[in-house]
């Protein structure tokens, strides 16, 4: 269950990326779009390592 959460969300931070990576063609660092992205990106990233994290202390 833990290494499912951890793949989805690592598929989850690579759409993230592709989709800020697509918004700052058009749209400067400081649009709220790309900013609300990035966000809810580094969420996910967190959450990933707090996975990883758990894992390890296994």
């Given at each position: 269950m833990i290494l499912r959460e951890a793949l989805d969300?690592?598929?989850s931070i690579a759409n993230y990326r592709m989709?800020?990576?697509e918004l700052t063609k058009d749209?400067?660092?400081?649009?709220?779009?790309v900013i609300k992205i990035s966000q809810q990106l580094e969420f996910k990233i967190q959450n990933i390592k707090?996975?990883?994290k758990d894992i390890r202390s296994f």
């Amino acid at each position: 269950m833990i290494l499912r959460e951890a793949l989805d969300l690592s598929k989850s931070i690579a759409n993230y990326r592709m989709d800020m990576y697509e918004l700052t063609k058009d749209k400067s660092f400081s649009d709220p779009d790309v900013i609300k992205i990035s966000q809810q990106l580094e969420f996910k990233i967190q959450n990933i390592k707090n996975i990883l994290k758990d894992i390890r202390s296994f």
